[in-house]
């Protein structure tokens, strides 16, 4: 094993190599390119870093003002769903948003929950040893994770339009074993995310807030996360990260302008183009760069941390249920188009703060030729606080407060619905507190009997599950109504059916919110118990994302492959993640100092390299391998018997019919709903995302980077054209951003009004027409039933 991977090593190496190769075009010196070449020595002196901020008035800042007005947000989400969606006592919106997110309002939410704090610290540490060539290959690396997101979801929305949490599929499919394993690595994922998260918030309270203690900062992260998801749920999230993604450029707007464009007299020699151009060529690069040079796109560094990080994003996004919540709460087609927006305003982010903020950096330091801040402090993030408050005082200092906060806001609400619904519906409704002992996953909640699952012929239907739906049932309209006069303490269900279960889910709806209390509150120790082991951003937002890769294969297979076994989902992913630890440890040890120095030799370049080789390797061999000996398919027939498991995923009271009523309008109430039908429904949008996903892939993977490399050191003229265009995109992304969901989710909540004044008058006039006839009246009722639900 270690020869194979040692062999794998020297030829992405050699690849690598010959890509930013210096003897393959001869080197050149643009007439505008300064001589200079100064290597900046470490700096161990007293920390220059000066919080400016006052406690209290990032308190003020934070809990009353942004977390209060989430709650008004929240509020208001509350009552457009109870009065105008009317749909604010269903269960399963508090985790899907009601699925029918606008796609505007998909886009922002993916671009605010894929803008990690790390991206505003911890891009401005991997520029400043790498150079300018790092932050094109590491965005396009998160670029293309998004742009592959849609089609595996697509699979998701075809095999399983009813699951909530992607751990459902497996159980559905496999039972208890590969569920409860799949349940470990959803939480395992959130619990990464949180702690880069918690890591970053720390490092930017400690360079922005005065007289700060780790108590007060991961009680007020504590307290931003849980500020709206306990009114909203899923929803409320996706209106706050309309607000944060709104203010995050803005905020970056106007950094770029102050700093660059519109600077004080005082701070023109430091963040001018040509100031940073200055600082970029002068200040010596690592060797693996073109002419060891900051200002080149050929960076051997640059080009591992992007292929790390394109492996590792798509890990750490497709096993993260944060992601899933968003594209469930979409349907097809706003899905993917959102998705795809948000990689193209997502795009824009990173390079633009962290070349101009890096750049400015260097400029500062090269007067003494010595850094100004320390190694431990560049590793922790700190460039990006010290630059914005050098360059603009307390204004900046404030500006970045609000960035990473509106990114702390978004991700970690986001997590805290993630580890909320795996614990609801996987742990408590499954292990702890079931509804009904079922026999086997596909069984009926409502009377415990086998759901028919294809259409078939001589079966014995005694056996199989007879239960009417909820929509057209009058008992259920019934009930409905009497619980929004009496409430969900008092109020008495009177359907035979459905009145248990919906008493059920009454309950769910209060768990629910105590276990977002508990998993908020828990955040607080946690946030302690990770400082105190002196982990870095740089190492939590690498290392530890990187250890979620052996979980990729078994995942996808999970959902697209119909031949995959539970043996082998379970064997891929404990042998995948033991091959990538190992593969961390061996190769870190091999950097000076050893495993002695942990948090910086297992996080280098070829070290996590070699972890995420490894660990993918491992786990695709052995998943395939093991489900190719072990599957039972030997049919079509068999192959739709086994989505039909998946299909089967629904909830009684809100079925996946009625979030795709348009789509599904044409087939008849009694069809049996297939993969093969959910395949032909969802056809458009499938085609949407091949066509999109593989001219946007051809942009980002084949164009832009034969552009950057075709280019050795940039002149002068050409890195303030790439920088320029840069910064004129964030501008019209700021735009689009701003303006485009208030516009559409306001046109959306107008349209249903509309729709809900229709059905009123349409109900007036039948009533008055079947007034005599109480039959009648009934049939026409039970048609309308659909839109009261």
Known sequence: MKTNLAFVLLGLSLCVQGVVSQSAIPQTTSSDEPSCKVKLERYSGISNIRPSIPKSHAALLLLLGFAGFSLL???????????????????????????????????????????????????????????????????????????????????????????????????????????????????????????????????????????????????????????????????????????????????????????????????????????????????????????????????????????????????????????????????????????????????????????????????????????????????????????????????????????????????????????????????????INPFRKLNSPSCCLLCGKEKQLIETTGSDSSMLCTCTSVIGCMACEEDVAAREKQGAEKVTYTCSIHGKYRKYEDGLMRYKSWCMVWVVILIVPYGLLVSETNMNVNWATLSLQVLTCPFLVPLISTISWSKTTSKGVISGCVTGLGASVAGMMIMGSTYEGGLVNFYVNTAHDYSLLTSMIAGLVTSAIVTIGVSLCTNTIRSEEDSDMEWAKTISIDNPLSPFRLVYEEELAKLDVNTIITARIMDKVFRKARLVAVLGGVLSLVLFVVILPAVALSFDVLSLGQFSSWLKTYQIYCFVCTFVVVVFPPFEEGYQIWKRCQKNKANTSNQNRQRACYSGNTNEMNTYLEVEKIYRF
């Open 73 to 431: 947000i929240a509020g208001a989400y509350k009552a457009s769903r109870k009065y105008v969606f009317h749909d604010d006592g269903n269960f399963d919106t508090a985790f899907d948003a009601g699925g029918r997110v606008s796609l505007s309002l998909t886009a922002v939410t993916v671009t605010s929950q894929m803008l990690w704090p790390a991206d505003f610290l911890q891009g401005t540490t991997l520029t400043s040893k790498t150079g300018i060539g790092v932050s094109l290959w590491t965005s396009i690396a998160i670029v293309v994770d998004i742009l592959l997101f849609p089609m595996l979801s697509l699979y998701l929305k075809s095999r399983a339009p009813g699951a909530k949490t992607y751990p459902q599929i497996a159980y559905a499919r496999f039972g208890k074993s590969a569920h409860i394993l799949f349940c470990c690595v959803a939480i395992f994922s959130s619990v990464i995310v949180t702690t880069s998260v918690l890591l970053a918030g720390k490092s930017t309270f400690e360079g922005l807030v005065k007289d700060t203690n780790n108590e007060f900062i991961f009680l007020v992260l504590a307290v931003l996360f849980g500020s709206y998801c306990m009114i909203g749920g899923l929803g409320t999230t996706f209106y706050i990260s309309y607000l944060n993604t709104a203010l995050t450029f803005v905020a970056l707007s106007v950094y770029i302008l102050y700093s660059v464009y519109f600077p004080p007299d005082e701070n023109k020699s430091i963040a001018s183009i040509d100031t940073l151009y200055n600082a970029a060529v002068c200040v010596e690069g690592p060797d693996g760069n073109y002419s060891n040079s900051l200002a080149t796109f050929r960076s051997k560094s640059g080009i591992v941390f992007g292929v790390v990080l394109l492996i590792m994003a798509t890990s750490i996004s497709f096993t993260d249920q944060a992601n899933w919540q968003s594209r469930i709460a979409a349907k097809p087609a706003q899905g993917v188009i959102g998705f795809f927006l948000a990689a193209y305003i997502w795009f824009v982010v990173q390079p633009v703060l962290a070349v101009t903020t890096t750049m400015s950096y260097f400029s500062l330091s090269l007067p003494n030729s010595t850094h100004i801040l320390s190694s431990q402090e560049i590793d922790s993030g700190y460039i990006t606080p010290y630059v914005m408050s050098f360059l603009m005082g307390d204004t900046g200092a404030y500006l970045l407060l609000t960035m990473v906060m509106m990114a702390l806001m978004s991700t970690g609400s986001g997590e805290v619905m993630a580890i909320s619904s795996i614990i609801v519906y996987d742990i408590y409704k499954t292990y």
